[in-house]
């Protein structure tokens, strides 16, 4: 049974959706991994318990039965039909997971891998039931563990091992290597707190709960507990690392990042690799969908039409009609902008169901006995909560998962319920509030926990200006502008060179920015060549001059030569510390926008100290009776810095 609960607890959404999930957000997913983790050990050590003691005592085989007080009650009926549409939904993802995985592997349409998967789930549901579901689980989740592993060693080979896969993270985009996320619309510990209730959220889950109410005693549950994390501990690790791995591997701005698994077989493992990891995906996604049609079937048959629970006729046909609306589901998602999202469909499914069970559960746990009324209260508005919160955009990775709409909007009506209804009741059940002074205390540490989460955030989180695109297509627009640094005029004697230091320092204003990618100089002087006089002289040439200037800065020198061949002369030198080229291409591909920062952005390397030597070997001319005299050079210079502005943009 702990087998099979893992299994279908970590369906299609694994190899799929959490792959997408992790190649999206980099090392802050591990958020998700471990809160969600906490949040699922606290269901199995405390709400599980209940379920099975309350399912064996009262000899029902449904959630939607168990926080009901009789089977086909009001609320029974309504937690059913809720249970169907997000069961259904979370179907649909499976199927969704299923059609991408033939898509890369196999090259076949994602309908027909949908249909493929309708068909098989049909098959599965028809053959067996609950105890050969659970069998079948138990193999799959040994098949889904050894292919994740082997990609895994493969994957991380292909990357150059933990540290290649950090640099190669860190070469794409910082934000990727950070722990915290970027630009979080409601703050950090609201964003990781739902991560915990979704988490509790595995004790609302219909397909799951059916596997511990088929065990036989409280031993047996703490047993499965064990297994169930022994078994998806490792197994989120490998995705974790499988993730960041495709990320690495796959950076072009068109990849599917729910698709990195598939391809990342495709194009590492031999023939029986791939298969084997295809029979993993098949295996997680038949595994899960299987046990959710059953679980709707149940629902259906229990609590919304009792009287088909024998007839397996029209059981079957209940079973057919549940497969056939997940699947119409799943292929109306493929003509909806962001309706084949693996992850967006089991956020949805997974914290829709979370809503609506753990609250009643919960209170039900508690001693609370909510009459009809009550309950239907309760779960229209976890329903309500869930949907609007995501209809409103907010259950993005950047703002919070509908689990704390959902949960908070369902316990918020239960207290105002109980304050309206029944006053004269503790709305905690059997236990009582506790006095002003440790409800402040309980108070004031609760909003600690959450002020020192949100601090912690604002001193320690990335800068929205560090999150850049992968690798793809951009457009660079620049433009190379000139400030003045210094300049002068120097009288440098015949072979004693003058140097002259300035240090960026001085600069008060910047009136282009501070890009500084490069250093012009420019050196103008002329002839001040003498000679002795007289008519001997008549006719008599000066001898050139040679100038030599040399400017330094840290590690970049550059050096130039001129003469005064005819009275004037001049010597420009110039070094940059850019990629000029990519700066004047205007498009470029195959590169990510780090990449292209790291090239064009110099941060700190133009600023500082800069020297400029200039250098005269002067030479006399004459002849006889005529004698020349040089003894240096009058040197006008100007120093520039070359400041860089531009942006960046997907083409």
């Known amino acids: 049974a702990a087998l099979s609960a893992v299994s279908t607890w970590n369906s299609g959404y694994m190899f799929i959706g959490f792959i997408g999930f992790t190649y999206v957000m980099g090392f802050n997913v591990l958020w998700l991994g471990i809160v969600s983790t906490i949040g699922q050990v606290v269901a199995w050590a405390w709400l599980y318990k209940f379920i099975q003691k309350e399912g064996q005592e009262r000899g029902v085989r449904s959630l939607s039965s168990l926080v009901a007080e009789k089977a086909g009650a009001p609320e029974a009926k309504l937690a059913a039909v809720l249970s169907v549409l997000f069961l259904s939904i979370y179907a649909a993802a499976q199927l969704t997971s299923g059609g991408k995985a033939l898509y890369v592997m196999m090259g076949w349409n994602e309908m027909v891998g949908i249909l493929i998967g309708f068909v098989l789930v049909v098959a599965y549901c028809y053959a067996g039931g609950i105890r050969a579901s659970i069998w079948t689980d138990a193999v799959q989740s040994c098949v889904m563990i050894v292919g994740s592993t082997i990609l895994c060693w493969i994957a991380l080979q292909e990357v150059g091992g933990f540290s290649g896969l950090t640099s190669g993270l860190e070469a794409q985009d910082p934000v990727l290597t950070s722990f915290l ?25 219909p397909q799951v709960v059916s596997r511990v109410m088929t065990l036989g005693s409280d031993s047996d549950r703490k047993q499965a507990m064990v297994w169930f994390f ?12 499988i993730g960041l791995a495709s990320r690495v591997l796959f950076a072009e701005g068109s990849f599917d990042p729910e698709l990195g698994l598939p391809v990342l077989a495709m194009e590492t493992m031999p023939a029986v690799g791939v298969g084997m990891i295809l029979a993993s995906i098949f295996a997680a996604t038949m595994s899960t969908a299987d046990s959710q049609v059953l679980a709707c079937t149940a629902a259906i048959t ?97 703002g ?15 207290f105002v319920m109980n304050q309206i209804r029944t006053p004269d009741v ?173 090239q064009l952005d110099a941060g700190d390397a133009g600023l500082g100290e800069y020297s400029l030597e200039m250098t005269v070997e002067a030479d006399a001319g004459g002849r006889p009776g005529c004698s020349h005299s040089d003894e240096g050079e009058e040197i006008t210079y100007a120093v520039q810095l070359l400041i860089l502005d531009y942006s960046i943009e997907s083409a």
Request: with cysteine; aromatic share 10%.
């Open 181 to 205: 996320p970027p630009d979080l619309k409601f703050g950090f510990s609201m964003w990781a707190f739902a991560f915990f209730l979704g988490g509790l959220g595995v004790a609302g889950q």
């Open 230 to 241: 022994v078994w998806q501990t490792p197994f989120i690790g490998l995705m974790l690392i």
């Open 302 to 398: 229990d609590d919304i039409k009792p009287e088909w629970r024998e007839d397996h006729k029209t059981t079957k046909i209940v079973t057919l009609f549940v497969a056939t609306f997940a699947t119409i589901i799943s292929i109306g998602g493929l003509y909806i902008p962001g309706g084949d999202s693996v992850f967006v469909l089991v956020v949805l499914a997974v914290y829709g169901l979370g809503g609506i069970f753990i609250p009643l559960l919960t209170i039900r746990w508690m001693g609370y006995k909510p009459d009809t009324t009550h309950s239907l209260v309760m779960m229209g508005a976890a329903f309500v909560g869930v949907i609007g919160w995501s209809f409103l955009g907010f259950a993005g990775a950047d």
């Open 400 to 414: 919070i998962f509908p689990s704390v709409p959902g949960m908070g909007a369902a316990f918020v009506a239960h």
């Open 426 to 598: 503790s709305s905690l059940g059997r236990y009582n509030w506790p006095d002003g002074k440790t409800l402040g205390a309980i108070g004031s540490v609760i909003c600690l926990t959450f002020l020192a989460g949100e601090v912690g955030y604002l001193v320690n989180a990335p800068n929205s200006s560090d999150s850049m695109g992968g690798v793809g297509d951009y457009t660079i627009d620049s433009t190379l502008s000139v400030h003045d640094f210094a300049d002068g005029t120097e009288y440098v004697m015949d072979g004693d060179p003058v140097t002259l230091v300035f240090n960026t320092d001085s600069i008060t204003s910047w009136e282009n920015g501070d890009n500084v990618v490069g250093v012009r100089v420019l050196m103008n002087f002329g002839e001040d060549e003498t000679n002795s006089g007289g008519p001997l002289c008549a006719g008599s040439n000066n001898a050139q001059d040679s100038i030599t200037g040399m400017i330094i800065h840290d590690e970049h020198e550059q050096t130039a030569q001129g003469s005064n061949a005819n009275g004037q002369g001049a010597v420009i030198l110039e070094t940059v510390w850019y990629n000029s080229t990519l700066a004047e291409s205007g498009n470029v591909s195959g590169m990510s926008e780090s990449e292209i920062h790291e």
